[in-house]
């Protein structure tokens, strides 16, 4: 059976500011869930049409306004959130809330400046989460060029635990074997947790056959995983070099991290002024000023010899049609960033790579706190992955207190269908459970179901 909410928790009442690409996201995922949303935002046009697509509650005006938060209800409200285009405005707009109500405070904050203060400014303005879109963006895309041979790479109990998803190749090992021959053959800790074949999801059995073109969630411990992966045969040596066409802040984060991590980057963008900001920034880093659409000036840089190309423009199309050209002249690991979700069954169609959505990504992180604070009873939400277009979600509980699911073992456990327990974290050591593992109070524990909504590790029993 299949539940979307936990029809006895009432939802929280949230307050949204600003409905761009983030709040549109937030707004859609949180109504579904079950709270009861107003949203503040400047533009009338964009109020009127969430509040009627939605049937929320929406107020024209500025966010960060006492007189108009008191109209929307500040006073007796759970959570506000704060993902306006300027950072400065989310954090007055939270600090103004902390102030007049007894709410918690999220706030999108972006600039390079406020993200080396993040500790600071949380504590200081008493916010529950600071959250950088582009910062969690380039975070998922080095993960990715760390681990080339992936198509997506997330991960659970403070790195300790990766989720790894990639393509069944012809001829690989894994295509025409089932699961629990696979486990057989190779004496591993790891769980295939998520299959994706002609559209249809499913959360496998051991008697589940594996076939090319099938796309495979798995998870291991990070130690395991690279063995794993080797094993059927895919590379693990990270790439050497890359190239990022547009100098944003996505880039500016992302280059960081790659140089840190001993890889080679060149950034091609347009603007003369930003080149010279991001050549000061990001001294080891080979800064070009030109247009990285032109073909010539890709050719020249040495698209054809990279070993992975990252397009960051703030265009969607733009980044698309570069990913193609990439791929059709060079063997590079290609990473596309999505901004804008329309046309995702074109999307899917296409052969982007691996592809990034941020809005996402900080969607992601709000609703597992969101989920936390309206439950908080035996247990919280440590991280939460949507996966295969929303379809499944991969949630780590953390069970604080002994409940019906602690110290039995996991085959007497009534468990839903379409769900299974992927890994116990236990004081930093990765289980991947037999039937006669038990959960105990301390563990974190990571499910993997095409269930939504779960705020708690009891609703994973029937």
């Known amino acids: 059976m299949r539940r979307d909410i936990n029809p006895i928790k009432k939802g929280l009442r949230i307050i949204i500011v600003g409905c761009g690409k983030v709040g549109t996201t937030l707004i859609e995922q949180l109504v579904k869930e079950g709270h009861d949303i107003t949203i503040i935002d400047k533009n009338p046009q964009a109020v009127q049409t969430m509040s009627d697509l939605y049937d929320i509650m929406g107020l024209v005006g500025n966010g960060a306004s006492y007189s108009v938060q008191m109209e929307a209800g500040i006073e007796d409200t759970d959570l506000i959130i704060a993902v306006t285009d300027s950072d400065e405005l989310n954090l007055l707009c939270c600090t103004v809330a902390r102030r007049v109500g007894h709410c918690s405070a999220i706030a999108r904050v972006r600039t390079p400046d406020y993200s080396r203060e993040v500790g600071y400014l949380r504590e200081k303005l008493g916010l529950a989460m600071i959250i950088n879109p582009e910062l969690e963006a380039a975070k998922e895309v080095a993960r990715i060029l760390y681990l080339p041979t992936a198509l997506e790479v997330n991960t659970f109990a403070h790195g300790q635990a990766e989720l790894i998803k990639l393509i069944v190749p012809e001829n690989n090992i894994l295509d025409g074997i089932a699961i629990s021959e696979l486990s057989k053959t190779i004496p591993l800790n790891f769980l295939i947790c998520a299959i994706e074949r002609n559209g249809e999801v499913h959360i496998p059995s051991g008697n589940f056959v594996l076939l090319k073109g099938d796309l495979v969630s798995f998870v291991a411990s990070r130690k395991d995983t690279r063995e794993f992966l080797e094993k059927i045969g895919f590379k693990t040596n990270r790439v050497k070099n890359t190239m990022i066409i547009g100098g944003g802040k996505a880039a500016y984060y992302l280059a960081k991290q790659l140089i840190n991590m001993g890889i080679s980057v060149k950034i091609i963008e347009k603007d003369k002024e930003r080149c010279e900001e991001l050549s000061i920034s990001l001294p080891k ?178």
Not at 291 to 314: K, M, R
Not at 396 to 417: A, C, G, N, Q, Y
């Open 285 to 462: 880093a080979i800064i070009i000023n030109g247009d990285g659409t032109d073909e010539e000036l890709l050719h020249e840089e040495g698209l054809q010899y990279t070993e992975s190309f990252v397009p960051l423009t703030g265009i969607d199309e733009e980044n698309i049609l570069l990913t193609l050209h990439a791929k059709s002249i060079s063997k590079a690991k290609v990473i596309t960033k999505i901004n804008r979700i329309t046309f995702k069954d074109v999307i899917s169609k296409l052969d982007l790579g691996s592809v990034v959505y941020p809005r996402y990504i900080t969607s992601e992180a709000i609703i597992a706190y969101v989920r936390a604070k309206k439950n908080s009873m035996n247990s919280n939400i440590e991280t939460l992955y949507h996966m295969f277009d929303s379809r499944v979600e991969a949630i780590e509980f953390l069970v604080d207190k002994t409940s019906s699911i602690t110290d039995t073992p996991i085959m007497d456990l009534s468990l839903k269908d379409n769900l299974l327990i992927s890994f116990i974290n236990r004081n930093g050591s990765i289980i991947i459970p037999s039937g006669n593992d038990c959960i105990k109070t301390g563990d974190t524990v990571m499910i993997v179901t095409t269930h939504s909504g779960f705020n708690d590790i009891q609703d994973i029993l029937k």
